[in-house]
């Protein structure tokens, strides 16, 4: 998700909160099992608006939902709240 997280970030995130598109979001990668993902929510499905389409910011790196397709609601675990940079990035 560079640039808008940076590898060491900690995130403060809202544990089964309601999503909105712009939202960052994480889940459960759906062809890594336990690996925790954060991704940026813009879209439900228009026919039923139970599943979220995710998106990274960098096109050049990483997968989203063009690859393995839009996320189950009920498999997102939280919203970013904030982004809690690093001593390491304040320098």
């Known amino acids: 998700m560079v640039p808008t997280l940076q590898p ?6 809202w544990w089964g909160a309601r999503v909105r598109p712009g939202d960052l ?10 690996l ?12 039923d ?10 096109p ?10 839009s996320i189950a609601e009920a498999d997102i675990l939280a919203r970013v709240i904030t982004r809690l940079p690093t001593r390491r990035h304040r320098e």
Not at 8 to 13: F, G, N, T
Not at 36 to 47: E, I, Q, Y
Not at 49 to 58: C, S
């Open 49 to 58: 608006g139970t599943r979220w389409w995710v998106e990274r910011d960098n």
């Open 25 to 34: 979001v994480v889940f459960g990668h759906p062809h890594h099992r336990g």
């Open 60 to 69: 050049d790196a990483g997968s989203d939902s063009w690859l393995f397709g």
């Open 8 to 13: 060491d970030d900690l995130l403060l995130v």
């Open 36 to 47: 925790l993902t954060v991704k940026r929510a813009t879209s439900t499905d228009p026919a």
